[in-house]
């Protein structure tokens, strides 16, 4: 099973695609989400979202400014007020 996962910024979507795994810097702390992860929102900090396009590889790293994350039914929304790169 795959993890829909969405970067966007306020000028465009960033990212659209299935990966197996994102780790998210959240303002609590990072947190891991998986395909089936329970419905929930955070807010995030400046930091480097980590992409696991599959199990075991490596994380493609991007680095990100502010804003927040939804995961819900179609998987995980992270709304970043800046992405760089």
């Not at 829909?4 to 989400?33: I, N, Q, Y």
């Not at 955070?42 to 590889?57: A, L, N, Y």
């Not at 991007?62 to 804003?67: N, V």
């Amino acid at each position: 099973m795959a993890l829909h996962f969405e970067l966007v910024t306020p000028a465009k979507l960033v990212r659209s695609e299935d990966v197996h795994m994102v780790v998210v810097p959240g303002a609590e702390g990072e947190f891991g989400v998986l395909e089936g992860h329970a419905p929930f929102m955070s807010t995030i900090r400046d930091g480097v979202v980590q992409v696991f396009k599959t199990e075991g590889g490596a994380a493609e790293e991007i680095a990100i400014e502010g804003g927040f994350a939804e995961v819900g039914d179609n998987g995980l929304t992270v709304l970043a007020e800046r992405v760089d790169g």
